[in-house]
């Protein structure tokens, strides 16, 4: 099991740029796949990127693409998000996941076993 508390999200103006955080605790997180996805009001969870366990293999949704960054730091149980050139379409909950099966890699929520509680993040026009 992998334990996750996301931070740094909060209010910007379109244009602007963020950074999240994810901490993670347990034994298996230097194995996991890890991702972020998010959840706007009344949308379904919706993939934004994930990154294999070695961070060779990186995959994002098209919408952020060239805009978003995801890596990790193994040695510290981190996982990132860099967020530029923010739009309000990307207001919404970010959530960090992991799934604790090593090797896999998808873009499915429901694989990933193991989620934070969430931040907001709103991005204003």
């Known amino acids: 099991q992998v334990q996750l508390v996301e931070s740094g999200g909060g209010l910007v103006q379109a244009g602007g740029s963020l950074r999240l955080s994810c901490a993670a605790s347990?034994?298996?997180?230097?194995?996991?796949?890890m991702a972020w996805f998010r959840q706007a009001p009344g949308k379904l969870r919706e993939f934004v990127a994930f990154?294999?366990?070695?961070?060779?293999?990186?995959y994002y949704e098209a919408s952020v693409k060239d805009r978003f960054t995801i890596s990790r730091d193994n040695a510290k149980n981190a996982v990132y998000l860099q967020m530029t050139d923010l739009k309000p379409e990307d207001t919404a909950v970010y959530y960090c996941?992991?799934?604790?099966?090593?090797?896999?890699?998808?873009?499915?929520?429901?694989?990933?076993?193991?989620w934070g509680q969430g931040t907001q993040v709103t991005v204003s026009s």
């Open positions: 990154i294999n366990k070695s961070g060779r293999y990186i």
């Open positions: 996941a992991a799934d604790s099966i090593p090797g896999r890699t998808t873009t499915n929520p429901t694989f990933y076993d193991n």
């Open positions: 347990g034994r298996t997180f230097s194995d996991a796949t």
